[in-house]
């Protein structure tokens, strides 16, 4: 990983985000024979799908893929990426850009080998962003065990002067360096592509459905950590509270999606990732009950083969009606959600012993926005100025299909090299 | 559900929407709204299926439907609706159709409901008032005092044979309409959502009664929480002007002791404290729909002018009376004028203002009581 320090006149493409869209764009224009640049915020690439425990419809994991796209980045002298980086500002135009690059300490250097002797004597615990929380961390990580770049990385805000002993003394390749600080590159590169993706919904503004007061409510990227063999729980599938393994799950459709005191919109993947959940749950217990309340089931395309899979399952109890309320339980961990079943316009109750809601996709340009970047109101990125948006920043998709959005913005700012900088139409 | 033909009344659409639901169409039928409201029985809940009955112009099961007025608009569904179709105003509106629909004579439905009315529903108690001043001489020679040289508003406008003469037979038709809109109401209400019960009907007027007294499902409202204090002090305001102008009665007919009465008799003191009570509380329903504008809506031009009219009630009470005490005529009697007005305006036009809700939801209370509806809380 280093920087390139010849500023050459040669195409040069940046990818502001090194999720899946901003990888695949990234190997896509590398492969043609274009150098480019990958700014990625988090301590790893592969974003929201490193978190991901299996992608519908198939049920395989996702690692094979990302490994894939991290050999081919591995292989590509072309590609040069930046972790924990942050775009700071973009100036010119098509063609000519100058990009102020911000780099914040990792505080771990290259002379790192990973081998985990730092977090071992590492006396502070942080909670696990990576698992949303849902269990506790040394200051000094590996953010998970197939992250890539292997590397560590130290928590400074949270590791004391103690603990940052510990952490170097511990340390026999002098890799942990303290004295690090963030430090700020300009790049000139001829075309930019947008990948800066989506985060969860903050389930806790959706204050009717008790997430962050019942225990056992837990949103659907919860599930997948739950569920994902390097989660939390090794893959065991338990409640919160207590730890029991769950024998009943209801799945909370439209949790702040399809809701303008929310989002607007409909977040497109959360109905395939609940029929999806419920596979998980129900392969760990063959008599668990899962009940989906939805509004309407939307599982687009040929998704609709998958939805009717899963129906034909008669421990997966679908009922119309979205879910309004829920409450704890008087005297057991479980929790009480309450709707109206449309089908027999009787207003129901439903205990279960975890509940899972499925919150939606909001763009990351609803909390965080790139300069020189235009947003749509819900924070939605949109093609302009030469810098051409992908994936999950521009609207919700599902992985197979923001590959094919960052192919096509790949293509997009490969023909900027053919034009040599001219205006080209984008959409 | 047995199988119906559903045969789409438009015009009903159209006048929801044009009525203050102009949301409707936004329902997309998530049913948020009945999980969040309060009031709903649990079973065939509101507002949802009347959120779609409306959109599909099914007039016949919403006018007569008691579950429109088991409503009380709390608008938590509204502040909870993901589409902003307001599910609150829209039954709000549908009432005010209900109203209209049973009302009787028609014409004056439709003239609280149009704001291009509002100056003829003003103008005929102005002429009547005026053509009583007139008669009385007040424009040629002046009003005349009452003992000691004070303003007397009973020599101004005497019970007998003006104020009296006008307000006695203007309240028999106001009974005899309300008796007859309930008649024809409670016939469709048994017709449509009766069910064989054994029921002592006696006990649901008891239970309703006993509910309205202590406004105990106000407190099911969570958004507009804040409503219950404001309503309850309107509410025992006015009692407490009933009770007073039943004293007055009895003052003026049994005693022959006419107005005004020292400001130590107990008629003026329960009339003073409801009409403070009456001042507080309104103010209170001014000020918490405009703080809830946005979760529950700010309401309609019918909301509103039975709002003005209460307003002008109290307001025009209280001044009257204190301009009175401070012997300022120019202002006394323009103010007990303008009383004069918005009284006649409260009661003659009760049957088909918002003022009406009293008696509908009231009925649709003990009838779904009855019927085993509406549990008593």
Same mark, same amino acid.
Not at chain 1, 42 to 48: A, D, E, F, I
Not at chain 1, 239 to 242: E, I, K
Not at chain 2, 216 to 227: H, Q, Y
């Given at each position: 990983m280093s920087a390139h320090s010849s500023e050459s006149t040669t195409p040069r493409l940046l990818v502001i985000g090194g999720g899946f869209s901003g990888l695949t764009s990234a190997v896509d224009a590398a492969e043609k024979g274009i150098e480019v640049i990958i700014v990625e915020k988090?301590?790893?690439? $592969? $974003? /929201?799908v490193a978190q991901l425990n299996k992608y519908f419809p198939?049920? !395989?994991?996702?690692n094979c893929g990302l490994e894939i796209n991290f050999r081919r980045i591995r292989e590509n002298p072309l590609i040069t990426f930046y972790t924990m980086a942050e775009v700071e500002d973009i100036s010119g135009s098509p063609g000519d850009y100058t990009v102020t690059i911000k780099l914040n300490p990792r505080y771990v250097n290259d002379n790192c080998t990973a081998c985990n002797a730092c977090t071992e004597a590492c006396p502070k615990t942080i909670p696990n962003e990576f698992n949303f929380g849902m269990d506790l961390i040394k200051a000094a990580y590996l953010p998970f065990n197939q992250a890539f770049p292997l590397k560590y990385v130290v928590d400074a805000a949270h590791c004391d002067n103690n603990c940052k002993k510990a952490c170097m003394e511990a340390c026999k390749y002098n890799a942990i360096d303290f004295n690090m600080k963030p430090v700020t590159i300009t790049k000139k590169v001829t075309s930019i592509i947008l990948a800066t993706g989506w985060n969860p919904y903050d389930a806790n503004k959706i204050d009717n459905l008790g997430f962050g007061q019942i225990k056992n409510v837990i949103t659907n990227m919860m599930m997948e950590r739950l569920a994902s063999p390097n989660g939390p729980t090794n893959g065991k599938i338990i /409640?919160?509270?207590?730890g029991k393994p769950v024998d009943s799950v209801i799945f909370v459709q439209c949790a702040g999606s399809r809701d303008e005191n929310h989002?607007?919109? !409909?977040?497109?993947i959360c109905c395939m990732a609940s029929l999806k959940q419920a596979q998980y749950i129900r392969e760990q217990n063959k008599d668990a009950k899962i009940y989906i309340f939805y509004i309407d089931i939307r599982t687009p395309g040929k998704y609709e083969q998958f939805y009717w899979k899963v129906k034909e399952d008669p421990n997966v109890i679908f009922i119309k009606g979205k879910v309004a309320k829920v409450t704890q339980d008087t005297s057991s961990d479980d929790v009480i959600v309450e709707a109206e079943d449309m089908l027999t316009g009787e207003k129901i109750q439903t205990k279960a012993s975890l509940v899972v809601l499925a919150t939606g996709m909001e763009p990351s340009g609803a909390t965080m926005k790139v300069p020189k970047v235009e947003y749509t109101e819900e924070g939605f990125s949109i093609s302009s100025n030469g810098i051409f948006a992908a994936g999950c920043s521009k609207y919700p998709l599902d992985v197979a299909k923001s590959v094919q959005d960052a192919t096509g913005a790949a293509m997009k700012a490969l023909s900027l090299k053919i034009h040599e900088g001219e205006e080209v139409s984008h959409g | 559900m047995s199988e119906e033909i559903v045969k789409p009344d438009l015009n009903f659409v159209k006048e929801v929407i044009s009525s203050g639901g102009e949301s409707l169409k936004k329902c997309y039928q998530c049913s948020t709204c009945t999980v969040v409201c309060g009031m709903t029985p649990d079973n065939s809940p509101f507002p949802r299926k009347e959120m779609l009955y409306a959109q599909w112009g099914m007039r016949d099961k919403l006018i007569s439907n008691p579950d429109i007025w088991l409503c009380h608009q709390c608008s938590d569904c509204t502040a909870y609706c993901p589409r902003g179709a307001k599910p609150g105003e829209v039954l709000g509106a549908i009432r005010k159709m209900a109203i209209k629909n049973y009302s009787k004579p028609s014409f004056l439905a439709s003239m609280v409901n149009e704001p291009k009315s509002a100056i003829l529903l003003f103008a005929i108690p102005i002429v009547i008032f005026l053509v009583f001043m007139m008669i009385q001489g007040h424009f040629t020679t002046g009003i005349p005092r009452g003992e000691g040289g004070i303003i007397s508003f009973s020599k101004f406008m005497p019970p007998i044979p003006y104020i009296d003469f006008l307000f006695i037979p203007l309240a028999a038709l106001v009974v005899l309409s309300f008796v007859a809109s309930i008649k024809s109401y409670w016939a469709d209400m048994a017709k449509n959502y009766g069910k064989p019960t054994d029921a002592d009907i006696n006990k649901s007027i008891t239970d309703t009664i006993i509910e309205i007294l202590s406004h =105990? =499902?106000?407190? =099911?409202?969570?958004?507009?929480?804040?409503?219950k204090i404001a309503h309850l002090l309107v509410f025992y305001s006015f009692i407490g002007l009933a009770i007073t102008t039943s004293i007055a009665v009895f003052y003026l007919y049994l005693l022959k002791w006419e107005s005004p009465y020292p400001q130590t008799n107990i008629i003026k003191i329960i009339g003073n404290i409801s009409g403070i009570a009456l001042l507080v509380g309104i103010t209170m329903i001014v000020s918490n729909r405009i703080k809830n504008k946005d979760k529950a809506g700010i309401g309609s031009y019918f909301d509103w002018l039975f709002i003005v009219i209460v307003y002008g009630v109290g307001a025009t009470g209280m001044f009257a009376q204190i301009f009175r005490l401070l012997d300022i005529a120019f202002i006394a009697y323009p103010m007990y004028f303008a009383h004069l007005v918005f009284i006649f305006a409260l009661f003659a036009y009760a049957p088909f203002s918002k003022m009406a809700h009293m008696v509908y939801r009231t009925t649709a209370l003990v009838f779904a009581k009855h019927v085993g509806r509406d549990k008593s809380i």
């Open positions: 988090n301590p790893y690439l $592969g $974003g /929201r198939k049920l !395989c994991p996702p /409640r919160p509270s207590d989002l607007a919109f !409909c977040s497109y | =105990k =499902k106000f407190s =099911k409202c969570n958004v507009t929480a804040d409503r």
